[in-house]
T-cell receptor, first 111, second 115 residues
Framework: KNEVEQSPQNLTAQEGEFITINCSYS?????LHWLQQHPGGGIVSLFM???GKKKHGRLIATINIQEKHSSLHITASHPRDSAVYIC?????????????FGTGTLLAVQP | GAGVSQSPRYKVAKRGQDVALRCDPI?????LFWYQQALGQGPEFLTY????????KSGLPSDRFFAERPEGSVSTLKIQRTQQEDSAVYLC?????????????FGSGTQLSVL
């Protein structure tokens, strides 16, 4: 069993829909990252969370430390949001910023 | 440059060939990470440098894999006697400090195909 699980693995949405991607983890963490990866492109860091909620534009990320769960929400989705969204965690007590990654959620937003 | 730069962007190697992958981190970034991403999978940690010191190489899959960062800036990941299972995207990431929650900046990766 992976230490970081994401759901769904694949998601197709219509433009304008509200999207939720979930991440659950089984280890103690000090921080959780949400990352975006476009096909053939590099990875872009969207959020870094250790508690609560963060918002940037149409993106919202929440984390519940007690339940070991985080969600990434996209409001008013757009085709340019199509990408792989990856959840990654940093283990508590870790000496470095080494991350453990989920397998990603492939999002396709159709016009 | 403004971001993390990796070269080559694509590399095709014959089985048994040695390859070298280069990473130019953002200038001044202390921490540098190498990750391996197999098709359809999330990245997996390979190794970590703080300046020129390789502090963690626990993710290197075999002794065929070797990484260096001799002057604390550019890093090279070398794979000797490549095998088909080495085919993956190799990602480099850097952060400005070794702090616990520093933002990571990723390169676009080198896609290695071993035939």
């Amino acid at each position: 069993k992976n230490e970081v699980e994401q759901s769904p693995q694949n998601l197709t949405a219509q433009e304008g829909e509200f999207i939720t991607i979930n991440c659950s983890y089984s280890v103690g963490i000090s921080a959780l990252h949400w990352l975006q990866q476009h096909p053939g492109g590099g990875i872009v860091s969207l959020f870094m969370l250790s508690s609560g909620k963060k918002k940037h534009g149409r993106l919202i990320a929440t984390i519940n430390i007690q339940e070991k769960h985080s969600s990434l929400h996209i409001t008013a989705s757009h085709p340019r949001d199509s990408a792989v969204y990856i959840c990654a965690v940093r283990l508590v007590g870790g000496a470095t910023n080494k991350l453990i990654f989920g397998t990603g959620t492939l999002l396709a937003v159709q016009p | 440059g403004a971001g993390v730069s990796q070269s080559p962007r694509y590399k095709v190697a014959k089985r048994g060939q040695d390859v070298a992958l280069r990473c130019d981190p953002i200038s001044g970034h202390v921490s540098l990470f190498w990750y391996q991403q197999a098709l359809g999978q999330g990245p997996e940690f390979l190794t970590y440098f703080q300046n020129e010191a390789q502090l963690d190489k626990s993710g290197l899959p075999s002794d065929r894999f070797f990484a260096e960062r001799p002057e604390g800036s550019v890093s090279t990941l070398k794979i000797q006697r490549t095998q088909q299972e080495d085919s993956a995207v190799y990602l480099c990431a850097s952060s400005i400090q070794q702090g616990i929650n520093e933002k990571l900046f990723f390169g676009s990766g080198t896609q290695l195909s071993v035939l």
